[in-house]
């Protein structure tokens, strides 16, 4: 086997496991009972799924340029959906938001 | 599965998911819930516009469509809920 | 492979399409907008493995802009009136 049907093979675990991840996420925002629980099975999928599939991609193509952008894609990502899940479930809490009535 | 039939089912599923949020935004009563089933729809647009080939128009309506039009009316039904709960007598603000 | 790429985006927007489910039906408004953020991300992924599959790079930059709407549409939801004490 060359280097690179290696490397695509691995690619291609990352970016199961990663669709796996957001299936998951899907699945407890669809069953779980109440929006706490929601909002945890969400971040999950939305860091580690995306991540790996941007783990698995960066794999596939291996371009420093490219690999870069996703990187910085992906703390945008984390960045943003921590801040926003602790807003959420924040004002949820409280029942403080003007949307949350 | 060839790349063609591959794309073909994910072109189907786009445009029967596309339809259904059409319509579920346009016949919501209630505004909150349509301008977020709106925001849905133009992030769903845009992967319609990506899956032709178009990332040009793609990015200007999530930018504009989705975002900027969202947080309006986002704001826009806020204050409609407001001033009718006024008028209505009610105190919920 | 550019096929298992697309079969991948394809399985992603079968979930994407089940997620819709919890935006229309909700109970809250704090519901929809958290499965409007999983649409999102779900978004930017399905835009990441289009752009390979269909040799089109610039989608990583769309992909961008949706992470970007994300982080704003949160922001518009949650904002509380400015002069409101605070809880």
């Known amino acids: 086997m060359s280097t690179e049907t290696i490397l695509h093979l691995i690619a291609a675990v990352s970016v199961t496991l990663g669709a796996a991840f957001f299936f998951a996420g899907t699945i407890g925002l669809l069953r779980l009972p109440d929006l706490f629980s929601r909002l945890h099975a969400l971040t999950k999928a939305d860091n580690l799924g995306l991540g790996l599939i941007m783990l698995g991609l960066i794999l596939y193509k291996p371009d420093l340029f490219y690999a870069v952008k996703l990187v910085l894609l992906w703390v945008l990502v984390m960045v943003s959906g921590a801040t926003g899940a602790h807003l959420i479930a924040k004002r949820a809490l409280r029942g403080d938001g003007e949307d949350m009535q | 599965m060839s790349q063609l039939t591959l794309l073909i089912v994910f072109d189907g599923v786009l445009l029967v998911t596309l339809l259904a949020l059409g319509f579920a935004a346009v016949l919501s009563p209630e505004p909150r819930r349509a301008v977020m089933l709106f925001i849905a729809f133009g992030l769903w647009l845009s992967l319609v516009w990506a899956r032709l080939k178009a990332p040009d128009v793609a990015l200007a309506e999530a930018a504009i469509g989705a975002g900027l039009g969202g947080a309006l009316m986002l704001a826009a039904a806020r204050r409609a809920a407001r001033s009718s709960a006024r008028t209505d007598g009610g105190d919920e603000t | ?87």
């Open chain 3, 1 to 87: 492979m550019p096929e298992f790429l697309l079969g991948m985006a394809l399985v992603l927007l079968l979930t994407m399409s089940a997620g819709l489910v919890r935006v229309v039906i909700g109970p809250t408004p704090a519901d929809r907008m958290m499965a409007a953020q999983l649409l999102g991300t779900s978004g930017m992924a399905v835009l990441l493995l289009l752009g390979l599959a269909l040799e089109v790079p610039a989608l990583l930059d769309v992909a961008l802009i949706f992470a970007l709407l994300a982080a704003v549409s949160v922001a518009a939801f949650t904002r509380r009136r400015a002069g409101e004490d605070q809880a």
